[in-house]
C-alpha cells in the first residue's frame, strides 16, 4: 500500500496522538512530533527535486545522443545497434 506523502504525514500524526493518549509517550512530545513531520516533508521535497533533475538530465542526455547516430540510408538509425 504506498501513500502519499500527506497520507504518510496524518498517518504519522495519528499514531503519535494515539500514543499520547495511551501514556506510552509524555505530552511534551509534541515539538519533536513537528519535527519529525518537518524532516519528512524536507526528505521528500528533496526527493522530489533529485527525481526531477536526474529526469531532465536524462531527457538532455537522450537529445544529445539521438543527434549524434548515424544514418544509414534504407535502414534507419539504429541498423547496427547493439541492444
Known amino acids: 500500500m ?3 506523502p500527506e497520507e ?13 493518549a495511551l501514556g506510552i509517550l509524555p505530552g511534551n512530545i ?5 519535527g519529525l ?3 519528512i516533508e524536507q526528505t521528500e ?8 533533475q536526474a529526469r531532465k538530465r536524462y531527457e538532455y542526455l ?3 545522443k ?13 541498423a547496427f545497434s547493439s541492444g
Open 2 to 4: 504506498k501513500l502519499s
Open 8 to 20: 504518510r504525514i496524518e498517518l504519522l500524526r495519528e499514531i503519535l496522538d494515539v500514543q499520547i
Open 30 to 34: 509534541d515539538a519533536k512530533h513537528k
Open 37 to 39: 513531520i518537518s524532516d
Open 45 to 52: 521535497a528533496e526527493e522530489k527535486r533529485l527525481r526531477l
Open 62 to 64: 537522450g537529445r544529445r
Open 66 to 78: 539521438s543527434k549524434r547516430v548515424p544514418t544509414f540510408p534504407g535502414r534507419g538509425p539504429h
